[in-house]
């Protein structure tokens, strides 16, 4: 299963293109934004949060079904895509990220070092999905990110959240990289507010 976008993953030059489409299933009510995904080296799998030492994936098992490893295949070192995405489609949770378009200045991961040359139109994305409720950022450059494009008065705070457009509301929730200094069980209870709050818990 793979979630590429062949078009965009032939283009050259130092601008990246996004590599993937927008996972937007049916029904979606939440729909999860992220900054840009990682280099390809350091994926694991063809889909969102693709770094094995990424949490998010362990967040959202012990999460949902208690165990940070439903989705993880701990001897592979990967992530088991069949099974998030059918998770995903159930549960109405979406992904995409909030650039197009960026450049590297290092050769490394971090956001910091992440220069937005496109955003992504969360507008034309939330157009596509009329049930959803609630964005959510799971970093401060993501967060940034849609209050620059949106003309949003701040970024919220870790765990808080504002109105982004009529009926929906941003979420800023704790980055799930393992350099953000905050343990996996911590970071999942602020999850579960989220998600308590949206009666999808």
């Given at each position: 299963m793979s979630f590429l976008?062949?078009?965009?993953l032939q283009r050259?030059?130092?601008?990246?293109?996004?590599?993937?489409?927008?996972?937007?299933?049916?029904?979606?009510k939440v729909l999860f934004l992220g900054s840009f995904p990682p280099q390809r080296k350091r994926w694991c799998m063809d889909f969102f949060y693709p770094n094995f030492i990424n949490d998010h994936w362990r967040i959202m098992g012990l999460l949902f079904f208690e165990d940070k490893n439903h989705f993880v295949d701990v001897e592979a070192k990967c992530f088991k895509l069949d099974l998030i995405v059918s998770f995903l489609q159930?549960?109405?949770?979406?992904?995409?990220?909030?650039?197009e378009?960026?450049?590297r200045l290092k050769?490394?991961?971090?956001?910091k070092f992440l220069e937005v040359v496109e955003y992504t139109d969360i507008n034309a994305l939330l157009d596509k999905i009329p049930d959803c409720k609630a964005v959510v950022t799971t970093g401060e450059k993501a967060a940034e990110n849609i209050v620059a494009q949106m003309s949003l008065p701040e970024v919220p705070t870790v765990g808080g959240c504002v109105l982004l457009r009529e009926g929906v509301s941003l979420y800023r929730l704790p980055s799930s990289s393992r350099a953000y200094p905050l343990s996996l069980a911590k970071k999942a209870e602020v999850y579960r507010g989220m998600f308590e709050q949206l009666e999808m818990l």
């Open positions: 976008n062949i078009e965009n050259s030059s130092s601008i990246e293109y996004h590599p993937l489409f927008p996972f937007l299933p049916q029904g979606t159930e549960r109405g949770i979406g992904y995409y990220d909030t650039a378009a960026v450049r050769d490394n991961a971090s956001d």
